[in-house]
């Protein structure tokens, strides 16, 4: 039986443009495009992990808004639940420390990037919601 990953991503907007963020060569996934965000700790709301995990991967502090999607994925190292939110950024920019590159991506181009699997429904109901 394959391993059960819950994680949660970060839809955060601003002009028009989405924060995204392109795995390195050391996660699995390796130069692929995501949300930024991560894996929900036993007895954490999807919310309270989200929030922990943007200030400890970008070093920046969200306010999560409402539910983009959830998605379920099955990859070769285990299936994937990923649950995303818009979210707002609240203080600091976000600063590079896990990734290999992030961005800020205008909605009408998201495609022009190689999403992860997972994140794929929540591009297309971004793109949906801002008229894309």
Known sequence: MKKQINVVGAVVMRDGAVLSAQ?????SLPGFWEFPGGKIEPGESAQEALTREMREELLCTVSVGELVETTTHEYDFGIVTLTTFYATLID???KLTEHSEIRWIPVAELRSVEWAPADMPAVERVMYDHGE
Not at 23 to 27: D, K
């Open 23 to 27: 795995r390195s060569q050391l996660m």
């Open 92 to 94: 600091a920019e976000p």
